[in-house]
């Protein structure tokens, strides 16, 4: 099979296109022959060298992929030959094969396209699992996601709103605020011109939001602390402007704030099935109702990795960036 290589790490050049061994499928996997596979953060950052796979992981990069099954594993029995899913990887995506655990392994929501249906595992999956399962966001409260127009944020305005969620987001132009406002957001801040503690604050007579999900890490820190309302918990999933950060402690006690780190990628296959079918009972029938939609900025051939990387670390993108075989 064609898989996409990085073939030392550095800029998006090192990644190429070679013939690469299938790979092998195990009792408990299904083997995909992919159609899609959706650009995320974490494959800029294995790129770079910065973040290697899960031990016994496929090498190449990908972290979920939409296509049709071509063989099950001794001890699969939900899934045959000819069905076409969508699955949440541990890498491997950027391939025209890979075999996935079943349990991270998806049916391809009613009224979504087998290509565009790529662009919901790993969002949904990292949504649900931190801001919902972790976070316990709730219908009539309120939520700040930072970076609003990327593929978790336009994704995490919906299921929000759908919730019967208050929404604020951040951008950072007037292009991107403005979708964020077409998927549902209630209040969007460009922080670039504005304090987004301020506004938060402003926009909840002084109290501040219930949730928060964070993408940049230790400059936003404090400020984020700053813009909890009692109770309130701060969900961070990335570390974009830096991991080491300050905090007056003294913000956490009197208002009982929760800070709470998650990753995705290196969880257990175990926790990953937990996930996915909490994601499947509880997400997927809001897609299929309409209520969220792919967000989609571009469609680009598997041979223009370098290119669709190019784009990402430009964060000029609104929504998802799509790789189709």
């Given amino acids: 099979m064609k898989a996409i290589v990085i073939s030392e790490p550095g800029a998006p050049e090192v990644l190429q296109l070679r013939e690469v061994e299938d790979p092998q499928v195990k009792d408990d996997e299904v083997l995909i022959r992919v159609h899609a596979t959706a650009l995320n953060r974490a494959d800029t950052l294995q790129r770079l060298g910065s973040y290697s796979p899960p031990p016994g992981s496929s090498p190449y990069p990908g972290l979920e992929c939409s296509g049709t099954i071509e063989s099950v594993g001794n001890s699969v029995s939900r899934w045959k030959v000819g069905d076409q ?21 998806l049916p391809v929501p009613a009224g979504v396209s ?55 987001v951040t951008a950072g132009n007037e292009e991107k605020l403005a979708a964020c406002k077409e998927l549902g957001a209630d209040v969007c801040i ?14 909840t007579d002084g109290k501040g939001v219930d949730v928060i999900l964070d993408c940049i890490g230790a ?34 006690l009197p208002k009982r704030l929760t800070v709470l780190g998650a990753a995705l990628r290196p969880r257990s296959k175990e926790n990953k099935a937990v996930v996915v079918a909490e994601v499947e009972k509880t997400v997927w029938p809001a897609i299929e109702a309409g209520k969220v939609k792919p967000v989609i900025y571009k469609y680009l051939p598997l041979s223009q990795a370098a290119e669709a990387h190019s784009l990402m670390e430009s964060s000029s993108h609104i929504g998802k960036i799509l790789l189709v075989t």
């Fill in 85 to 105: 899913v969508c699955a949440l990887l541990s890498g491997g995506g950027y391939a025209e094969k890979v075999a996935v655990p079943v349990g991270q392994v």
């Fill in 219 to 252: 400059p936003y820190l404090q400020k984020n602390l700053d813009s909890l309302n009692f109770d309130g918990r701060l969900c961070i999933i990335g570390l974009m402007g830096g991991a080491n950060a300050e905090i007056k402690l003294s913000s956490l």
């Fill in 190 to 203: 460009n922080y670039k011109t504005e304090d987004f503690v301020a506004r938060v604050k402003a926009e």
């Fill in 114 to 168: 087998l290509k565009d249906a790529t662009a919901f595992p790993e969002v949904a999956c990292t949504v649900w699992s931190t801001v919902f399962m972790m976070g316990r966001l709730s219908p009539a409260e309120s939520f700040l996601v930072h970076g609003g127009s990327s593929g978790i944020g336009t994704f995490a305005i919906q299921m929000a709103k759908h919730q019967g969620v208050r929404v604020f």
